[in-house]
């Protein structure tokens, strides 16, 4: 990173150059650091610059899905005015701002990724009139494109309007005159979606309760994924295959320093492959992998033990994996660990089996602890006095070790439709086109004196991401070995 992010920064407090939109001199985050900017230079900086205005663009690939559920947004809410905010930059120090994720929702619906943009659907006798507020191009003459922190020179070009326009197939308008024209007719009923625009919360004034509601309906229109959407998440499946594989390949190296060279290496490949990793990536090595969200990644990873990488790429479109492998650090299985692994795997493949059309969304969780519970019994590990699966499983008492849900609905969101209504979702049954993840565990603490000792300190966790098809499933993170024996065989390759 540069030393400074504004040569120019430099606004000139008594002649700075004027925003065409709102009669505001531009401001720069560096104010005066480098001293006022001449009339010459201001000059200069206005003029010679060749015309780069993007023309002939085709409409990017999502842009008919988008359209499409726009329609069924609209079909929704008729008479409604609906506000879908992309989000802002937020700051993470000072003058640096955390990178940009556009809200699932705003992407969902356009295909468009730019912070500060909104989608706002007008309603008219037929439906509704969709239109995109976002920024233009960098003004060159006012300055914009070299004061503003934000300016083309210092984060890169963005499209003009017109280019947004062939690339969404929306029609766009200068964010900035947004919220006059949102605000003119305050007699149209107005929903917002909450938690990504403070300024526009404040300047609508919407109702809580009802735009609510809108947020739960546009979790529920993405628990069915569309072509387009299912290939991306092939997508993202194939290269966090690729980025696993990185793992094994470099656990040596990982082994001379610390979990935080297998998070790396993985996001590396996330970033090579995709927009970045979906969420923190978990690498819990050895007792580590009885924390569920681990993602401090700051220990010692050492042979003998179990790695637990839980981690998912995301496509430049935004649509995340997330896939769960337990491996032995040194490419072999100790008796004990094979023993709990084969029982998650047996687990993972009762719950996989129950997803189809027609079942319902807890099956698969309740097929997967029916066979840990087994497990847990014939181990003895469960109260002597309880020997009845079906006790053990009214009781809850394999849950100290299992936990968690056996999975969730994955998309845009790693948890993704997590809005949606009760009865959409985990009361549900699942129909074609649903993705979710199938990930039981077993977790035994380290200072768990209701074990053995040798059971201390060990986690495993297999997960994998399932598409519901016409006539049951297709696992589409299948291209990583499950089995333990497939396990020790992949990474014996490719460390020879």
């Given at each position: 990173m540069?030393e400074?992010?504004?040569p120019?920064?430099?606004e000139?407090?008594?002649?700075?150059?004027?925003?065409?939109?709102?009669?505001?001199p531009?401001?720069?985050?560096?104010?005066?650091?480098?001293g006022?900017?001449?009339d010459?230079?201001?000059?200069?900086?206005?003029?010679?610059w060749?015309?780069?205005?993007?023309?002939?663009?085709?409409?990017?690939?999502q842009a008919?899905?988008a359209?499409?559920?726009?329609?069924?947004?609209?079909a929704?809410?008729?008479?409604?005015r609906l506000?879908?905010?992309?989000g802002?930059?937020?700051?993470?120090?000072?003058?640096?701002?955390?990178?940009?994720?556009?809200?699932?929702?705003?992407?969902?619906?356009?295909?468009?990724q730019?912070?500060?943009?909104?989608l706002?659907?007008?309603?008219?006798?037929?439906?509704?009139?969709?239109?995109l507020y976002?920024l233009?191009?960098?003004?060159?003459?006012?300055?914009?494109?070299?004061?503003?922190g934000?300016?083309?020179?210092?984060?890169?070009?963005?499209?003009?309007?017109a280019?947004?326009?062939?690339?969404l197939?929306?029609?766009a308008?200068?964010?900035?005159?947004?919220?006059?024209?949102?605000?003119?007719?305050?007699t149209?009923?107005?929903?917002?979606?909450?938690?990504?625009?403070?300024?526009?919360?404040?300047?609508?004034?919407?109702?809580?309760e009802?735009?609510?509601e809108?947020?739960?309906?546009?979790?529920?229109?993405r628990?069915?994924?569309?072509?387009?959407?299912v290939?991306?998440?092939?997508?993202?499946?194939?290269?966090?295959?690729?980025?696993?594989?990185?793992?094994?390949?470099?656990?040596?190296?990982?082994q001379?320093?610390?979990?935080?060279?297998?998070?790396?290496?993985?996001?590396?490949?996330?970033?090579?492959?995709?927009?970045?990793?979906?969420?923190?990536?978990?690498?819990?090595a050895?007792?580590?992998?009885t924390?569920?969200?681990?993602?401090?990644?700051?220990?010692e990873?050492?042979?003998g033990?179990?790695?637990?990488?839980?981690?998912?790429?995301?496509?430049?479109?935004?649509?995340?994996?997330?896939?769960?492998?337990?491996?032995?650090?040194?490419?072999?299985?100790?008796?004990?660990?094979?023993?709990?692994?084969?029982?998650v795997?047996q687990?993972?493949?009762?719950?996989?089996?129950?997803?189809?059309?027609?079942?319902?969304?807890?099956?698969f969780?309740?097929a997967?602890?029916?066979?840990?519970?087994?497990?847990?019994?014939?181990?003895?590990?469960?109260?002597a006095?309880v020997?009845?699966?079906?006790?053990?499983?009214?009781l809850g008492?394999?849950?100290?070790w299992?936990?968690?849900?056996?999975?969730?609905?994955?998309?845009?969101d790693?948890?993704?439709?997590a809005?949606?209504?009760?009865?959409q979702?985990?009361?549900?049954?699942?129909?074609?086109?649903?993705?979710?993840?199938?990930?039981?565990?077993?977790y035994?603490?380290?200072?768990d004196?209701?074990?053995?000792?040798?059971y201390?300190g060990?986690?495993?966790?297999?997960?994998?991401?399932?598409?519901?098809?016409?006539?049951?499933?297709?696992?589409?993170?299948?291209?990583l070995?499950?089995?333990?024996?497939?396990?020790e065989?992949?990474?014996?390759?490719?460390?020879?």
């Amino acid at each position: 990173m540069t030393e400074d992010r504004s040569p120019a920064a430099a606004e000139n407090p008594e002649g700075a150059a004027v925003d065409e939109a709102d009669d505001k001199p531009i401001k720069s985050r560096k104010n005066g650091l480098y001293g006022e900017i001449s009339d010459e230079l201001a000059a200069s900086m206005k003029s010679d610059w060749a015309d780069t205005e993007l023309r002939g663009l085709q409409p990017l690939p999502q842009a008919p899905y988008a359209a499409a559920r726009r329609a069924a947004l609209s079909a929704a809410f008729p008479g409604e005015r609906l506000v879908v905010p992309a989000g802002n930059l937020r700051t993470r120090a000072n003058d640096t701002e955390y990178s940009f994720r556009a809200a699932s929702e705003y992407v969902h619906l356009t295909g468009d990724q730019t912070e500060d943009a909104v989608l706002v659907l007008n309603p008219v006798a037929d439906g509704h009139d969709a239109v995109l507020y976002r920024l233009p191009r960098s003004n060159r003459e006012n300055g914009e494109f070299w004061l503003d922190g934000q300016g083309e020179l210092w984060v890169g070009r963005r499209n003009s309007l017109a280019e947004a326009e062939a690339l969404l197939g929306l029609p766009a308008r200068d964010v900035r005159k947004a919220v006059e024209e949102l605000t003119a007719d305050t007699t149209v009923p107005t929903r917002l979606v909450r938690g990504y625009d403070a300024g526009l919360e404040s300047a609508l004034g919407t109702d809580e309760e009802r735009d609510d509601e809108l947020k739960v309906f546009l979790s529920g229109l993405r628990l069915v994924k569309d072509a387009w959407e299912v290939e991306q998440l092939r997508a993202a499946c194939a290269a966090t295959v690729n980025g696993f594989t990185d793992v094994v390949r470099e656990l040596s190296q990982a082994q001379a320093t610390s979990e935080r060279w297998i998070e790396g290496t993985f996001w590396r490949r996330a970033r090579v492959e995709g927009n970045d990793v979906g969420y923190g990536s978990i690498c819990a090595a050895g007792p580590h992998a009885t924390t569920l969200h681990w993602v401090r990644n700051d220990g010692e990873v050492r042979p003998g033990e179990l790695l637990l990488l839980d981690a998912g790429v995301e496509t430049h479109t935004l649509y995340t994996a997330d896939v769960t492998r337990t491996l032995p650090i040194n490419g072999t299985f100790s008796p004990l660990q094979r023993k709990i692994y084969d029982a998650v795997y047996q687990a993972q493949e009762a719950g996989i089996a129950a997803v189809r059309p027609g079942g319902r969304f807890r099956d698969f969780h309740d097929a997967a602890q029916r066979v840990l519970a087994e497990h847990l019994l014939s181990w003895g590990l469960l109260d002597a006095s309880v020997h009845d699966v079906a006790k053990v499983l009214e009781l809850g008492l394999q849950r100290r070790w299992t936990l968690h849900g056996t999975g969730h609905m994955l998309g845009l969101d790693v948890h993704d439709c997590a809005h949606a209504r009760r009865e959409q979702y985990v009361d549900a049954e699942l129909v074609e086109g649903m993705c979710l993840t199938v990930e039981p565990g077993l977790y035994f603490q380290q200072d768990d004196l209701s074990v053995p000792e040798e059971y201390r300190g060990i986690g495993v966790r297999i997960e994998d991401d399932i598409l519901v098809t016409a006539d049951g499933n297709e696992n589409l993170s299948a291209g990583l070995p499950r089995t333990a024996d497939a396990v020790e065989a992949w990474m014996a390759g490719l460390a020879g």
